[in-house]
């Protein structure tokens, strides 16, 4: 009975220890882009202001994995948003549903979508660029320049935000979701 045991102990042990845990790891990092204002001819006016949001998500899992949904959460609400993948330093293509590979690293820009109080933003904002070709979309500072000369704006747009992500295992058919908080 005694050698039953042991050959029983022995067994799950060899066989059901994992010597580690396998997860996927996304971590959000500072970028470059441009922070991209919506004008609206229409209305005359300033209506959203879009923020590049950097991350970087690692595959540690054996099997890779498609990012089949995209969410950036603000009020505990979904909005439309916009992926790139980056290829190289700063190449970057938009993207439907990247495959990300066991071991792999790949980094995108999700662009947040933001509705603005115009008329105070016009006020705060543009009136110190001064006279502005009104177009669709206006570049303004990239997003390391936003921060620092906007504080106050930035942080009270991206307050509490996060990003909803969901993933599909493409060897087990099994989706999972992953939220990161947006950190400012």
Not at 16 to 44: A, F
Not at 70 to 97: A, D, M, Q, R, W
Not at 114 to 121: E, G, L, S, V
Not at 127 to 154: C, P, Q, V, W
């Amino acid at each position: 009975m005694t050698k039953l045991i042991k050959i029983l102990f022995l067994f799950f042990f060899l066989y059901g220890c994992k010597t580690g845990i396998s997860e996927l790891i996304i971590k959000q990092n500072d970028n470059q882009e441009n922070v991209i204002v919506n004008y609206s001819s229409n209305m005359n006016q300033f209506w959203a202001i879009n923020i590049p949001i950097k991350i970087e998500i690692e595959n540690t899992f054996q099997n890779q994995i498609k990012l089949v949904d995209h969410k950036y959460l603000y009020n505990n609400k979904g909005t439309f948003s916009k992926v790139y993948e980056i290829i190289g330093h700063k190449n970057i293509k938009p993207i439907k549903e990247p495959v990300i590979g066991s071991g792999a690293n790949k980094s995108f820009i999700i662009y947040s979508k933001h509705f603005i109080d115009t008329i105070k933003f016009k006020k705060e904002y543009f009136s110190k660029r001064g006279n502005l070709k009104l177009e669709s979309d206006y570049h303004i500072n990239d997003i390391l320049e936003f921060k620092r000369e906007y504080t106050a704006l930035a942080t009270s747009i991206l307050k509490k935000d996060t990003i909803k992500l969901t993933f599909f295992d493409t060897k087990t058919d099994n989706f999972f979701v992953k939220r990161i908080p947006v950190k400012w």
